[in-house]
């Protein structure tokens, strides 16, 4: 309003109006810069700081430690166990996600009667609380009273310990996992298929191209950009993995036996259960760096122009 | 002259004003204690009645949720806020004292002879460095709740005395489907929830492995001793399998299947008393703790929370924190605590009071606190983990209990060990 009312003559301090304008725009944006500045930035310095320093949580006095947190967590066997932990989500995770994911978008591309409805149903758990869904997660897997071993047993297949086996409940959790972020992975694929142009696809079939090779050479390039983007979001996502752990293994927090244990779940445990805010900044430190590395690497490889 | 006189009946007016407590400035102290509904409810009523009883002394009550506490504090605190008498549990004191944010009981108001011939042994737990940094109104311990309906149609004629009594109890209460699948467990194991305190101070003591050293500073239960009553507990639940860790998921899962019917008894603290008795559907009751034999020494595990005079309390603040914290625990308070919290008298006197001990509910905690003890965690969490994951390898992993229990004691003792090499005073 104000620069349609001024338009007409020249500002007083001698601003043109793209100038004016801009102007406006930086304050408007100062707003929210501001606020990630304080709200973002300003804890993670101050947990760098916190990183070489000793701080019971309580204590008023945190003297300077220099390395020594990194080093203690070097030699902590629970720590080095949840960073195997978080890679091993990652690794199982991610490419479960991504395949049922695509296979759904594609499968999904193919209708056009309920497509809609379907990717509602997929997107659900994408919006259910995640402290709920990981309850009801923890009780189907409950090895006495759960439905899955009902099921197992149903079909004449022994009993599992799900997440009582040290050896499964990595798994178990990743599959709440994928499940959870499956809807949201379907429908950021789709938006990529329908923005691949029909024309090749045409131009393909006219050359005689079929199936898989449409799929190998047309499909995948093109969605090669919205594969990145979804290979970067979710890998931060289960870098981060805190809440679904924390509640499937509520009384044993990343148990039996550390098998479920994550490092986000093992920044908690040290900083705010065991008062060990030193060691906590370090594993946090240590975790920033972990997936800023990954991430500008996957940015780095994964993304390449496709030419046509 | 005249003057000198009118310098002295003034000069003694003033001094006496103060003590008549006339144009005295109101002293304004703050509690802090967690949300505990009965209890902040409780401590609004005693605040009342002290500040009719001195009337120069406001108390201000705040209080969190748990979860939140120790954070609470611990951003007021550097800010220069906070309480002046706090509450806290009895397991964090040694981290209070060392961040130095505590100041030891006055002996003058508080005789460390008198606190240890007036309260129950537990409450030794509270003292560093020969003094005592923080005092409780009340104590909790441990019991065994039953399921009276599934005693009688288990034909269990009454609460097991010893341990092997125990075992066939929960052997013949134990319900399965025809898979094999538990659908009552005989006992509702629960290694994090109290079971591990059960381990610790009472099924090492009782097979004769004390836990740890008299100072405190050495763990001392991986002997052969230990190792077999480790054996006997992991064996109900891997041999004659009449309980299932996480059989109920979730926190206080153990003591949520009881309530449900689905567990025939359960090892749990008088602080559960108020949820078994709100939610228990089935007829219940509560024995005191087995032992390994008849007549054998008996043991048990106990907790409190302590109040504390925090560093802020200076000048005069700190005398009506003392009075306050004086009031907070005595006899008086203890008595109302018992009938509004429902948490045992930290006073000897009032725990030897028959008709508490008669009581069918409250009888088998209180004759557990003249034995009580309460362990000195220097790191509740991280301990806790040890013997829960020592469990966990037998159970999961098939490790003979004697292995098991060696690692806990190496990482419990490294966890010991940095607490005490960290202690700055002597």
């Known amino acids: 309003m104000a620069t349609q009312v001024t338009a007409a003559r020249p500002l007083r301090r001698g601003l043109r109006i793209g100038q004016q304008r801009a102007l406006w725009a930086y304050l408007f944006l100062a ?57 091993r989500y990652v690794l199982v995770g991610i490419p479960a996600q991504m395949v049922l994911g695509l296979g759904l978008a594609l499968l999904l591309q193919r209708i056009v009667r309920f497509r809609g409805l379907f990717r509602a149903l997929y997107f659900m758990p994408f919006i259910t609380p995640i402290v709920a869904a990981s309850w009801v997660w923890q009780w189907m897997y409950s090895v006495h009273l759960g439905p899955l071993n009902k099921i197992l047993q149903g079909m004449g297949l022994p009993a599992q310990g799900f997440l009582r086996d040290p050896g499964q409940a990595l798994f178990a959790v990743a599959a709440m996992v994928v499940w959870q972020y499956l809807g949201f992975q379907v429908v950021i694929f789709l938006a990529g298929l329908e923005a691949i142009p029909r024309v090749y696809y045409e131009a393909a079939e006219v050359d005689g191209a079929t199936g898989w090779r449409l799929f190998w050479r047309i499909t995948l390039p093109l969605l090669n950009p919205t594969l990145v983007f979804s290979m970067v979001y979710s890998t931060i996502v289960y870098l981060q993995l805190f809440t679904q752990v924390l509640n499937m293994t509520f009384q044993d927090q990343g148990g039996p036996l550390a098998s479920t244990l994550t490092l986000v779940l093992y920044v908690y445990q040290l900083g705010f259960q065991r008062f060990k805010m030193g060691e906590a900044a370090a594993a946090t430190a240590i975790l920033f760096v972990v997936i800023l590395t990954i991430t500008l690497l996957q940015m780095k490889i994964l993304s390449k122009p496709v030419e046509y | 002259m005249n003057r000198i006189w009118t310098a002295i009946i003034v000069g003694a007016l003033v001094l006496a004003l103060p003590a008549a407590g006339i144009g005295q400035p109101r002293v304004t102290i703050t509690y802090w204690q967690y949300f505990f509904e009965s209890k902040v409810k409780l401590v609004d009523q005693l605040i009342a009645q002290f500040e009719t009883q001195y009337p120069g002394v406001k108390v201000a009550h705040e209080h969190f949720p748990y979860d939140a506490y120790n954070q609470k504090v611990a951003s007021a605190v550097p800010a220069g806020q906070g309480p002046d008498v706090i509450n806290l549990f009895y397991g964090w004191v040694p981290l209070y004292v060392d961040s130095g944010y505590l100041q030891s009981l006055p002996p003058d108001a508080f005789p460390p002879v008198q606190i240890e011939r007036d309260y129950v042994p537990m409450i030794k737990a509270s003292k560093l460095d020969g003094k005592y940094w923080a005092i409780p109104t009340a104590v909790r311990s441990l019991a065994m709740f039953y399921n009276a309906d599934l005693f009688r149609s288990a034909a269990v004629v009454r609460p097991p005395v010893t341990w092997e009594e125990f075992q066939a109890a929960a052997e013949r209460m134990t319900a399965r489907d025809d898979r094999g699948r538990i659908t009552t467990m005989g006992f509702g194991v629960a290694p994090s929830g109290q079971d591990h305190h059960l381990l610790r101070e009472v099924l090492f003591r009782q097979w004769g492995a004390a836990p740890y050293s008299a100072d405190n500073r050495r763990v001392t239960y991986a002997t052969p001793a230990g190792a077999e009553a480790l054996r006997w507990y992991t064996e109900m639940i891997t041999k004659s399998k009449v309980g299932a860790i996480d059989f109920f998921p979730g926190a206080g899962g153990y003591r949520n299947a009881f309530m449900a019917g689905r567990a025939g008894m359960i090892v749990d603290g008088s602080f559960a008393i108020g949820a078994i008795r709100r939610g228990t559907r089935a007829s219940w009751g509560v024995a005191p703790l087995p032992g390994r034999t008849v007549g054998g020494a008996p043991s048990n595990f106990g907790s409190y929370w302590v109040h504390g005079l925090t560093t802020r309390a200076q000048g005069p603040r700190r005398e009506a924190a003392i009075q306050f914290l004086k009031f907070l625990v005595s006899e008086q308070t203890q008595r109302l605590w018992l009938d509004a919290v429902g948490e045992l008298p930290a006073y000897k006197r009032l725990v030897e009071d028959p008709r508490l001990g008669a009581d069918p509910v409250m009888g088998p905690f209180v004759s557990a606190l003249p034995y009580a003890r309460a362990t000195f965690f220097v790191d509740e969490a991280a301990q806790r983990q040890v013997l829960v994951d020592a469990v966990n390898e037998v159970v999961l992993n098939n490790k003979p209990p004697r292995q098991a229990l060696e690692e806990a004691a190496a990482k419990e003792q490294k966890i010991l060990d940095e607490f005490w090499a960290k202690r700055k005073r002597p």
């Not at chain 1, 500045?37 to 320093?53: D, E, K, Q, T």
């Not at chain 1, 019971?56 to 070097?74: D, E, H, K, M, W």
């Open chain 1, 31 to 87: 707003v929210p810069l501001l606020f990630f500045a304080g709200i973002r930035i300003l804890p993670a310095i101050s947990s760098l700081y916190i990183s070489v320093h000793e701080w019971n949580i309580i204590s008023p006095v945190r003297p300077y430690v220099g390395l020594a947190n990194f080093q203690t967590l070097a030699a902590d066997p629970r720590f080095a166990r949840a960073a195997i932990n978080t890679v």
